[in-house]
């Protein structure tokens, strides 16, 4: 089959570098941030700063807002209408009304594949350049579609949280239990199961020794790790901190690749800065 008529697109929570998505070709669909009432295109008119500003200027987050079926139609049709299939990944569903969305306008149409990411981040990334390697040896849409939810259920997404005032103010947990944890210094872990957000283990201490022991524990059972690829993706942290991350996964397992990057505005209206996740698949599916 023609493969080049195979489009991969997803929405953008999916954290992918500019490097990627150039390399494979991927289109990205913007979800929306909005602030002072007015909606900014994720990745085009707002980046994490601009959120961040707009919290120290105001005390107010900003809010998040997925893309209607409208737009998903006209973003789908805009490659249908010359000949291609799209493959296309959106936001977990258990966490937004993304994925409906997507799946409403691609019924309206022929030739649109939808996947239910059941996760975030560089979680969906994951999945995404596992479809696009799927495509460059041939496969077909149907057989990539399946391909990939098979995947998605051994992706392994977590991440580590500095500071957890934007997920208290967001309404992600109550501010008594972030007051306490600051005050104590914990640093939760934040994992991804069947599609939700849940609280693992529980580190304390310093980042720099949190987020060593955290790399360790994520990676300690070797056997059951891909290791084609890992991503170490963050919010606003320290240069130094990330430096010491890829140098601990180095260490502690040996990936093909190990790609850094920073999470985009979606993402980092939720979690705020200062937080890092490892993201890899396991052989088997995560239970």
Avoid: W
């Avoid at 180095?250 to 705020?272: M, P, Q, R, W, Y």
């Amino acid at each position: 089959m023609d493969n080049n008529k195979i489009i991969i697109a997803s929405d953008s929570t999916c954290d992918l570098s500019a490097d990627l998505i150039e390399k494979y070709s991927i289109k990205i669909n913007p979800l929306f941030v909005v602030m002072n009432d007015v909606p900014y295109r994720d990745g085009i008119d707002v980046t994490p700063d601009d959120i961040y500003r707009y919290y120290k200027e105001t005390g107010k987050l900003a809010t998040t807002t997925a893309s209607n079926m409208g737009n998903h139609i006209d973003f789908f049709t805009q490659f249908t209408d010359k000949g291609y299939k799209v493959i296309y990944f959106s936001l977990s569903s258990e966490l937004s009304v993304s994925y409906n969305n997507a799946r409403l306008a691609a019924e309206e149409l022929e030739n649109v594949y939808t996947i239910d990411s059941r996760n975030l981040s560089t979680g969906i990334g994951l999945q995404i350049l596992y479809a696009c390697e799927l495509a460059e040896q041939g496969v077909d849409c149907e057989e990539i579609v399946k391909k990939v939810k098979e995947y998605s259920e051994c992706v392994d997404s977590s991440f580590v949280i500095e500071n957890l005032e934007f997920l208290a103010k967001g309404g992600r947990c109550s501010s008594v239990a972030a007051l306490g944890a600051n005050i104590l210094k914990l640093r939760p872990c934040i994992e991804v199961k069947n599609g939700s957000l849940g609280v693992g283990k529980k580190f304390r201490g310093k980042m720099e020794d949190v987020l060593k022991e955290y790399v360790k524990s994520r990676l300690s059972n070797a056997d059951n790790i891909q290791t084609n690829r890992i991503f170490v993706t963050h919010t606003d942290m320290d240069p130094k901190l990330v430096d010491l991350v890829i140098k601990t996964v180095n260490e502690t397992l040996k990936f093909d690749s190990v790609l850094h990057t920073s999470a985009g505005s979606t993402i980092s209206v939720h979690c705020g800065p200062g937080t890092l996740g490892i993201l890899f698949a396991r052989k088997n599916p995560i239970s």
